[in-house]
């Protein structure tokens, strides 16, 4: 049974399309993330959720819009995509995001935006 | 802010020889520390973590110490294997509630047979 699952794990789109990326866990996890790891494998978190609750958005343009319905559930929303989103977006979680917890990581979503 | 310096790669050793990773942090208080592996095509996954200083983390073959005096979390394995090549991540988590990773910039490790 997958913890930390994303669809689709390809996305191949035009620019200025609008797309979205799910993900879901079953661990029941209070937190999740989204990272985003760029052409150099560098990665960087986008926004955490605690609990259906945005905790942390980091600089990120707001083209990008991330969406929890329930804890268990973090999706991203991109609009108007540009060629410099082309990424891996990992999602993660967390048991309560507390210092010391390990952060589950899905298996990425590969964004190529042409 | 928090920052994570890890050596750069590529590394690429023969199978069996002596691998250390070096990681080096800079952050207030106490942070927690983690390497995490991507193993090509996949997701990551956390190898080991400490969460205190001098506590050591270990799995697989794997161990890093904890060392505050130096700010420092190196990788060590005393015998790779060709199964070991993956990007390896060092990264930390701050002091306070509901922070996230850290990373470096992970370094890649190649093992050849």
């Known amino acids: 049974d997958t913890a930390v699952s994303q669809t689709p794990k390809y996305l191949v789109t035009q620019m200025g399309n609008d797309k979205s990326i799910k993900c879901e866990q079953n661990?029941?996890?209070?937190?999740m993330y989204w990272y985003k790891q760029d052409s150099k494998k560098f990665l960087k978190i986008m926004f955490s959720y605690n609990n259906k609750e945005l905790i942390i958005n980091e600089t990120v343009p707001n083209r990008f819009s991330p969406k929890s319905p329930d804890k268990a559930h973090l999706n991203l929303h991109i609009n108007s995509l540009e060629l410099g989103d082309s990424a891996v977006y990992f999602c993660?979680?967390?048991?309560?995001?507390?210092?010391?917890?390990?952060?589950?990581f899905g298996p990425g979503t590969r964004l190529t935006v042409l | 802010g928090d920052s994570v310096t890890q050596m750069e790669g590529p590394v690429t050793l023969s199978e069996e020889a002596f691998l250390t990773i070096n990681c080096t942090y800079t952050a207030t208080g106490y942070p927690s520390l983690f390497w995490y592996v991507q193993y090509p095509g996949e997701g990551l996954q956390l190898l080991l973590k400490a969460t205190k200083a001098d506590d050591k983390g270990s799995n697989k073959g794997f161990e890093a110490t904890y060392r505050k005096e130096t700010t420092s979390f190196h990788l060590e394995k005393g015998s790779v294997q060709v199964s070991d090549s993956a990007v390896y991540f060092c990264?930390?988590?701050?002091?306070?509630?509901?922070?996230?990773?850290?990373f470096g910039k992970g370094t890649r490790l190649s093992v050849i047979a």
């Open positions: 993660a979680s967390s048991l309560s995001g507390g210092r010391a917890d390990t952060q589950y």
């Open positions: 990264a930390l988590t701050g002091n306070s509630g509901n922070t996230p990773l850290v």
């Open positions: 661990l029941g996890h209070d937190t």
